[in-house]
């Protein structure tokens, strides 16, 4: 089997006396959340502070008649049934931010279909303040990974460059992210 | 055959003012790199680190990729190993089949470029889009990628936008890269919902999870897999790492080094197959586990950022193309003559020595000092027998003081005299960019003799 003529060509199963020592040394920012907006407006995304939530402010955003998606199940007047496969604006609460990049945290448990995030053309994604860590090293010791099924960073809209490097917003995935930062 | 680089990057010179682009774009990407960089000052104990987790994790590999194997089949996921490329493209072929798959979306992955996996399904009949835009780009022009984070970066938006012409209708002649890409989004976007499979790469695999992380700024992994109930992802053996843990340093330091961006648009962690579909990993080996007894084992903890080759000066003047392999630069010719020096004698010789690019490198591969000891085997391919003649005759005359002061002797005197066609031919291969220098009057050991002579 390939499988154990792989695994012996390697060599012997030696288990790691240690975790690696992953600390390192840094100066925290003088303000995570100025750096965190900063972030993320050059990954591309756009941040909007807000005081309390609901959901005609975040209509208040995008176009009229646009149908939305709400994941986070706290504006059931417009909960839409999904059905279709290409969808306007979903609504996500993110777990927390990253201020060295404008990242935000999504976790999945696949109570709505993945596709969501990538086929909505507009996110629209709510973070806390208060959620907010300095860098990826931070931000992973504060996953835990049990019950998710998919999680990923999201750093502003879907982009590319590779045509003479000329950035493009809305490859393939959301051509807008807009974050409501309370 | 060997592949002769030098003859290759010639043809690629020839086109001077795509030479001079290529050149100055790679550059710009080393800037925002460096630019990136500047902004964290831990930047390189964050390198120092990931280098650490490499090695550490290249040591212990065995345990690592069963610990993974296991965590990831109690989260659902199937795993399947193959020693080389043909086996991982028949696991492939025959999960896609029992789907009952004909359409698959794939995104980057460099491992399938290796084994030939779109050729392979293409011939049984199935039809593979590469969804990165670039990769489609280098696909709809029947093309190989140059470069292994910006596969189309060879082409300039006239020959894209004529491609496009010919392959999807789009207007002649119009080759604004906002037009152009919102055309292949639409193009892409019916494929995606179309596939039956989806295919992608992976950028680490993480033992403690069993989960395995995929990078991408175009979205196109996380809508490749969203969709159809197949995914299939194919990792070389090396991709794992511990846990999730070590994340926090790979992705501060990925997009740092490959683009100067902070971060991937999307940086997603796949654990659980989607519910009522199949998540597959196949671990693939194709040479791997030996290389890791080899002398550039380390070359093995490469995260495949391209920074080496944005930074490389021969790379940049060369062109992606210039190395006929999957992986150019740097680590391309680390691999490959490696992997098969018969072919990649030449790809040693690629290099200025100048280290540029073991200074860029986010795990800290000494790649130059391979290249380096790689030339004492390559130089011994049939190919190179008249330099290698050539060069034992010199060595053996500057051994010799008194014979190389003889010899210089006779060409500082008759030296003047010889016609500038003779001494500059095409057969003298040194004085092919440059001339050769006339002899300066007296030789330095003679000015030396008559100062000290002065000074008495
Ligand atoms: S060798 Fe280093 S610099 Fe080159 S692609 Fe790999 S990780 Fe990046």
């Known amino acids: ?182 | 055959m060997m592949v002769n680089h030098a003859q290759n990057a010639q043809k690629f010179l020839s086109d001077k003012k795509m030479a001079k682009w290529h050149n100055e774009a790679l550059w710009f990407v080393r800037q925002k790199r460096d630019n990136a960089v500047k902004s964290i000052d831990e930047w390189e104990a964050l390198r120092q680190k990931a280098k650490e987790i490499k090695s550490h994790t290249l040591r212990y590999l065995r345990y690592y990729l069963q610990e993974f194997e296991k965590n990831a089949i109690s989260n659902g996921i199937e795993v399947y190993w193959a020693s080389d490329a043909n086996e991982c493209n028949e696991i492939v072929y025959k999960l896609i089949k029992q789907e009952d798959g004909k359409k698959v979306v794939k995104s980057k992955s460099m491992l399938t470029e290796e084994c030939g996996l779109n050729p392979y399904l293409e011939q049984r009949g199935i039809e593979v889009t590469d969804t990165d835009l670039g990769e489609r780009i280098v696909q709809l022009a029947n093309q190989h990628p140059s470069h292994i984070v910006l596969p189309a970066i060879h082409l300039k938006k006239e020959q894209i936008s004529s491609i496009f012409h010919d392959k999807m209708g789009t207007q002649k002649g119009n080759s604004d890269p906002e037009y152009l890409t919102k055309e292949a989004r639409k193009d892409l976007r019916k494929k995606f919902l179309d596939a039956d499979v989806a295919i992608t790469g992976v950028n680490f695999a993480l033992a403690k999870e069993g989960a395995i992380t995929v990078c991408t700024n175009e979205g196109n992994a996380d809508l490749g897999a969203s969709i159809p109930n197949l995914h299939i992802a194919c990792m070389g053996l090396e991709k794992v790492i511990p846990s999730a843990q070590e994340l926090g340093v790979f992705t501060r330091v990925l997009a740092r080094s490959a683009t100067g961006q902070a971060i991937t648009a999307y940086t997603s962690h796949f654990k659980k197959p989607k519910p009522n579909a199949r998540l597959c990993v196949v671990i693939v080996d194709n040479g791997r586990s030996s290389m890791l007894h080899s002398n550039i084992f380390n070359a093995l903890s490469c995260i495949r950022c391209g920074a080496c080759m944005n930074t490389c000066p021969v790379y940049r003047r060369s062109g992606g193309h210039s190395y006929e392999s999957v992986v150019p630069g740097p680590i391309g010719s680390v691999l490959n003559t490696q992997k098969n020096i018969d072919k990649y004698a030449s790809l040693p010789f690629a290099c200025s020595l100048c280290a540029s690019c073991d200074n860029v490198c986010p795990v800290k591969i000494d790649l130059h000092n391979r290249l380096y000891i790689q030339r004492q085997e390559a130089i011994k391919h049939p190919e190179f027998k008249t330099k290698r003649e050539i060069l034992k005759l010199s060595a053996k005359i500057m051994q010799n003081p008194k014979l190389f002061a003889a010899l210089m002797n006779i060409y500082r005197r008759v030296g003047k005299y010889i016609p500038n066609w003779i001494i500059n031919s095409k057969y003298n291969i040194w004085a092919k960019h440059r001339e050769m220098p006339q002899p300066a009057p007296k030789s330095f050991a003679q000015i030396y003799k008559e100062m000290q002579n002065e000074q008495r």
């Not at chain 1, 959620?131 to 999201?154: H, K, P, R, V, W």
Request: glycine share 6%.
């Open chain 1, 1 to 182: 089997m390939s499988r154990d003529k792989i695994l012996s060509n390697i060599g012997d199963i030696i288990k790691p006396l240690k975790d690696i020592d992953l600390d390192i040394d840094r100066k925290s920012f003088n303000d995570k959340v100025a750096t965190f907006k900063q972030m993320l407006q050059v990954a591309g995304g756009r941040v909007v502070e807000v005081n309390s939530l609901d959901i005609s402010t975040i209509k208040s955003y995008f176009l009229k008649n646009k149908n939305i998606i709400d994941t986070t199940k706290q504006f059931t007047d417009t909960q839409n049934a999904i059905s279709g496969k290409e969808y306007d604006i979903t609504i996500i609460e993110a777990k927390f931010g990253v201020a060295e990049n404008g990242a935000v945290w999504i976790e999945w448990n696949d109570r709505y279909p993945r596709s969501l995030i990538t086929l909505s053309e507009a996110l629209a994604i709510i973070l806390r303040q208060d959620n907010i860590y300095e860098t990826m090293q931070e931000a992973y010791n504060n996953i835990d990974f049990e019950d998710i099924s998919y999680g990923l960073f999201l750093s502003g809209p879907s982009k590319t460059a590779d045509i003479e490097q000329s950035l493009v917003f809305g490859a393939h995935g959301a051509v807008e992210l807009t974050i409501f930062l309370i």
